[in-house]
């Protein structure tokens, strides 16, 4: 089920926030637990909207969570040091292989196939919805546990931390210590207006980012990619930069619905997303895209690699592990490696030359950034290396400058419209989205921590929410839900 869906706003949604404040002042809390818990599991698997056919998926996360909690119980109990570290690397295989199965089989079988000329059988094995996020965010607390930073909690409170529906399909990546009190806190089960009217403030700037914004350019950057080869400097540029500016605002925006979703429950969950293409450097970046993976890969790789702590050449390669880590998380292929190596090279240049870097003023280093960014997101988003070196080929070594038929990037089979017209839509969409991005002061995470409950904002919500609405019917899935 997606945020940006008639039966999630219209349907999931007010029926799960009804009968979870609904019986608060009647059943216990464990009780309430159970129920958000089935909800969770209802909107994994979109039982009434989609059929069954994601019913598997269900038993998946059942079975990742029961495996996970009772090695967790394990090595925490565990009287023997050997016992201890055997169940602990059990867990981490079982998590690997769970992901490396689901995500990585046939990228590993074709690759095989095609460096030893053999013909293993490519199966169809469908990628369940969010399992990057669920596993890693279970070997993150394993380690916790290993660690004896983190306490076995009980059952309901652990599947809850783990399914919890706002967070489940594409983050944020969740650390148990974020959010196990507020489950156990008794006044959070019972409505809270100053909780609610926040949360609801930032699921419509969310929603409209996603339904409105993102996916009016996803038509876009499908019409320019149909066919690379045949793309203009000028088309191959918009191209790029209108990918760009879709996955901030859908990655945004998810993130923006996550937290705002949670809010509403009186659950705060961890910022995930901060204006990233205002950073200076792919360092900062980092520190402001995907807050949380970030987070979770030093728990998982950084810091048992060492960190910085031994020197700084084992730092820089242990940075590249990182990125090269992340780029596999990614997605099953080489561009997805290729684009995390390139933003590890980056990375470290930037830790050799940091003192030279910092002397560079912050404008030049905002746009060097962003255009790295840019160009790395055509690697991303085309998850083929050749596809995406003819398009980079044609925005940096063109064979003309080209601006022709920028117009054709709006193009719409039920829709006719002089091509002057188009092309001035797309400039003036593009105008905008620069706008919103790099000069509004203020972003959306920022408007939340600032809220005020004034009559201003419940009309702004609402005209957002009203717009988004009209705008369901052409909704995608959301890009990290591929991840």
């Known amino acids: 089920m997606v945020f940006s869906t008639y039966s999630f706003v219209l349907i999931f949604l007010p029926i799960v926030l009804i009968v979870y404040f609904g019986m608060a002042r009647f059943v216990p809390r464990r009780v309430q637990q159970v129920f ?82 053999t013909e293993y059988l490519i199966k169809y094995i469908a990628l369940p919805l969010g399992i990057s996020f669920f596993t890693f965010q279970q070997i993150a607390y394993l380690i916790g546990v290993w660690k004896r930073q983190e306490r076995v909690p009980q059952f309901f409170d652990y599947t809850l931390f783990i399914v919890f529906f706002p967070q489940l399909v594409a983050g944020p990546i969740v650390f148990l210590n974020d959010v196990i009190d507020q489950y156990r806190d008794e006044k959070n089960r019972f409505f809270n207006v100053a909780n609610f009217s926040p949360g609801i403030f930032l699921f419509a700037i969310g929603l409209f980012k996603k339904a409105v914004i993102a996916d009016t350019f996803s038509d876009f950057v499908l019409n320019g990619y149909f066919q690379v080869e045949n793309l203009a400097f000028g088309q191959a540029w918009m191209t790029s930069l209108f990918y760009t500016f879709q996955i901030y605002f859908d990655f945004s925006g998810y993130s923006d619905m996550a937290i705002g979703l949670a809010r509403m429950m009186n659950i705060d969950l961890p910022v995930n997303f901060y204006s990233p293409y205002k950073s200076k450097s792919i360092t900062e970046f980092w520190q402001r895209w995907h807050i949380t993976l970030g987070r979770s890969l030093a728990v998982l790789i950084y810091f048992p690699l060492g960190g910085n702590r031994k020197g700084k050449v084992r730092t820089c390669i242990n940075l590249l592990m990182v990125f090269l880590v992340s780029g596999i998380w990614h997605g099953a292929a080489w561009a997805f490696v290729i684009w995390g190596l390139a933003h590890g090279v980056v990375r470290v240049f930037e830790k050799i030359f940091e003192r030279q870097i910092v002397k560079v003023p912050s404008l030049i280093r905002i746009f060097f950034t962003f255009m790295f960014v840019n160009a790395a997101w055509v690697l991303f988003r085309l998850q083929d290396t050749e596809r995406a070196l003819v398009v980079l080929k044609k925005m940096f070594v063109p064979d003309s400058f080209s601006f022709e038929n920028i117009g054709i990037l709006a193009y719409n089979a039920n829709i006719t419209y002089p091509d002057i017209l188009a092309t001035i839509y797309i400039c003036v969409a593009m105008a905008l989205a620069f706008v919103m991005v790099f000069v509004f002061r203020k972003n959306s995470i920022d408007l939340y921590n600032n809220f005020q409950p004034k009559v201003k904002w419940a009309i702004v919500a609402a005209l957002l929410l009203a717009i988004s609405l009209v705008h369901f019917s052409r909704v995608g899935a959301f890009i990290y839900f591929n991840f």
Do not use: D, H, M, P
């Open 36 to 117: 958000l818990i089935l909800a969770s599991l209802v909107f994994y698997g979109a039982l009434f909207f989609n059929g069954f056919g994601n019913l598997s998926y269900i038993w998946l996360i059942l079975s990742s969570v029961i495996v996970n909690y009772s090695i967790s119980l394990g090595v925490q109990n565990a009287k023997n040091g050997t016992g201890r570290k055997i169940l602990f690397t059990a867990g981490v295989v079982f998590n690997v292989c769970l992901i490396g199965y689901y995500k990585y089989f046939n990228f590993f079988i074709e690759n095989i196939n095609l460096v030893f000329g």
